[in-house]
């Protein structure tokens, strides 16, 4: 108890210490990016300045850009490829401006000479003297996603591999696209590629994947809200009807006190201020004149002046004006109290013995039985989310910097910044789902016992000595994400795979429970990091608060404790024609390695992509994926799927210098 006061002490001392040093933050760093990005425009007028600043952007290193990659295979997925990429760069404007760096701010320059073949590769006859076929289709694909897109055209690509298996054709589309493009253009890699789908059954759709629904969204906080607006709404839209001169000019023909004073003069400010925000919105800023000049213009539409104050003031003070005022509040005071109260006393009965409460929105029980519900549940989620607060100082710190102090990365030597991929069998989602319910384990911790599993495998034949725990940071990503922008933004969890196990050397069942148990804490615990990750992702929380340059240097030794940064993609594909897709988020900063365990339908595939000098070995991860869901389906005595030869699906590695 003791301990838990001193600890909830703790984190309510660093909130309180570290509140106003962001606000403070917030407004220099603000100010200072906002003058930095006027100069960048001052000194190179004819550039597009790019004012955004994100995480991604900041982690963009030397050549290490982020590039995301799709790869899409399947039949007859290619026609017409050209023809919809110049109707998309005919209304994409970024699409054809190439990206620079200029005084550390991303600009862009429009491309003179612009033209879709320079974007559109199509394969070679042959790959280091071998048709391509499936037997090296990886080993080309990792080598195209290994070279540099040409830094003076714009910063994406598309690549068609055509050839024929077994006598019958294959198609695989590879789309490689800066995440700056795709965010400034509100795209998907999908979008370079005319493929046809129904959204229809995607809008219901839900994951049971441990990396989302960490808390419930508050509900009833966004209905109070807008409840209270509407009502202020209606209240202030009969409040100018009654009072606002331009609405009624009678009101000004004549005499008119105080109180109409004062409320012409809350309506004038009202409307300044109104004005202001809409003028905010629009611009960079507001001068004082442009504020003095609105003032004057409300207030002269209202006739709102010095002189009206002045004779306001004296007719108030008139003794016979008082006298009438006394005589019509006696008079208002008599009638409501004889005839109106009365009949609004009935009028409440009549609601509190109803059923239907609505059928009487204008009385005070109404309004009690339709606030006091929603104003308790959302002082329940204001608590909530102010207790999160207050305890997420303590919990990111211990989570970042004190837990597993070691340094595990995956790669001893520099990144050279190029980016190599690989990816495994398919693996029925089915012999997943048996073994869960055997296990008593979710899915996804299933999937994330084989990926260690297979790190392990890399470890043994690289030269990385096998640290206890490889730190990883992990963020789900729908499938509907990957081939229609949304604005769902969801956060990241900070999750430790544990490669050694305290009581068995190299087993699998002990490495599922501590995965279990890692997970479940990652969940109680960083509910904070997952909410300011997905705040950032959404409306950059972070990228405002803190400098560039600091959260660079923060950021970049983050990367190197957790070098690994794994994407669940989740969910149905409902896309015409398309046999596979593998989705590959960049590894940036320090980060040597990025995973991506993508379900589509009824089968799941790992992807890796990692720095080039770390192959040929990334190829033994993805061979051995599929191989640890068996070995733990035969542990735990499931009956598991035959395996599934290679050679008819033409994703299926085969032949690989990592083999």
């Known amino acids: 108890m003791i301990s838990s006061l001193m600890n909830l002490g703790l984190s309510f001392a660093l909130t309180l210490l570290l ?7 917030y407004v220099v760093a603000s100010w200072m990016r906002r003058c930095w990005i006027r100069f960048v425009k001052w000194k190179y007028p004819n550039y597009v300045v790019v004012e955004e ?3 991604r952007s900041i982690l963009d290193q030397g050549r290490n850009h982020g590039m ?13 490829v050209r023809g919809h990429l110049a109707c998309l760069t005919a209304t994409r404007r970024f699409l054809k401006s190439s990206l620079f760096t200029r005084w550390g701010v991303y600009v862009w320059k429009e491309f003179d000479y612009f033209s879709v073949d320079n974007h559109l590769v199509d394969p070679p006859c042959s790959f280091r003297g071998r048709p391509i076929n499936e037997s090296n289709i990886q080993d080309y694909i990792s080598d195209v996603t290994s070279k540099f897109l040409p830094s003076q055209l714009p910063p994406w690509q598309v690549h068609v591999v055509d050839y024929f298996m077994r006598g019958e054709e294959y198609q695989i589309c590879l789309v490689r696209a800066h995440h700056l493009l795709l965010r400034q253009e509100h795209l998907t890699l999908a979008d370079f590629l005319p493929l046809k789908y129904s959204t229809d059954n995607w809008t219901c759709q839900k994951s049971d994947s441990p990396f989302v629904n960490l808390y419930a969204e508050p509900s009833a906080l966004p209905r109070l809200q807008q409840m209270l607006i509407e009502s202020f709404s209606n209240y202030w839209n009969d409040f100018l009807y009654n009072n606002d001169p331009i609405e009624r000019p009678e009101i000004l023909k004549k005499g008119i006190g105080v109180f109409q004073c004062a409320k012409i003069a809350v309506i004038v400010l009202v409307c300044t201020f109104k004005e202001l925000a809409r003028q905010y919105r629009r611009s960079e800023g507001l001068k004082l004149l442009e504020l003095l000049s ?9 006739s709102f002046n010095l002189r009206l104050i002045f004779d306001s003031v004296l007719r108030s003070l008139n003794p016979i004006e008082i006298i009438y005022f006394c005589i019509s509040l006696f008079w208002y005071i008599t009638i409501t109290s004889l005839l109106k109260t009365p009949l609004l006393l009935i009028r409440e009965l009549r609601a509190l013995k109803s059923r239907h409460k609505h059928y009487y929105p204008d009385t005070l029980t109404y309004m009690l039985s339709c606030y006091f519900p929603l104003t308790f549940q959302a002082l ?11 305890t997420a100082p303590k919990v990111i710190i211990e989570e970042l910097f004190l837990k597993h102090p070691q340094s595990n990365q995956l790669q001893t030597i520099s990144p050279c910044g190029r980016k190599v991929v690989a990816w495994s069998d398919e693996v029925d989602i089915e012999l997943v789902r048996k073994i869960s319910g055997v296990s008593g384990a979710t899915e996804t911790e ?9 790190l392990k495998e890399y470890f043994r034949y690289s030269s990385v000595s096998m640290p206890d725990d490889v730190l990883t940071t992990v963020k789900y990503v729908s499938q509907r994400a990957v ?6 933004a969801h956060g990241i969890f900070c999750l ?11 087993d699998l069942i002990e490495i599922l429970q501590i995965i279990q148990k890692n997970v479940q804490e990652a969940r109680a615990r960083q509910r904070a990091i997952y909410a300011i990750t997905a705040a950032e992702t959404s409306c950059g929380v972070i990228s405002s608060c803190i400098p560039s340059i600091i959260l660079k240097v923060l950021l970049n030794q983050l990367s190197k404790r957790y070098s690994l940064c794994l994407t669940h993609v989740d969910g149905d594909l409902p896309v015409e024609g398309v046999d596979a897709v593998i989705y590959w988020r960049p590894p940036q900063g320090n980060c040597n390695m990025s995973m991506t365990l993508h379900r589509r339908g009824n089968e799941v595939r790992l992807g890796i992509m990692g720095d080039a000098l770390i192959g040929p070995q990334h190829f033994i991860i993805a061979r051995t994926f599929p191989k640890s869901i068996r070995n733990l389906a035969s542990i735990l005595g499931v009956p598991g799927a035959p395996s599934r030869s290679p050679s008819p699906n033409p994703l299926n590695p085969t032949t690989s210098p990592g083999y």
């Not at 995301?68 to 017409?80: A, D, F, K, P």
């Open 294 to 302: 609105i003032v004057r213009r409300e207030s002269s539409k209202r």
């Open 19 to 25: 509140a106003p040093l962001l606000l403070a933050a």
């Open 496 to 506: 430790a795979l544990p490669t050694r196990t305290p009581l068995f050397h190299d």
């Open 68 to 80: 995301c990659t799709l790869l899409v295979q399947g039949r007859s997925i290619v026609e017409g």
């Open 380 to 390: 329940r989620e204001a608590i909530s989310i102010s207790w999160i607060v207050l």
């Open 483 to 488: 081939f229609l922008r949304n604005h769902e």
């Open 446 to 454: 299933v999937l994330l016992a084989a990926t260690v599993d297979a």
């Open 53 to 55: 600043i994100t995480i």
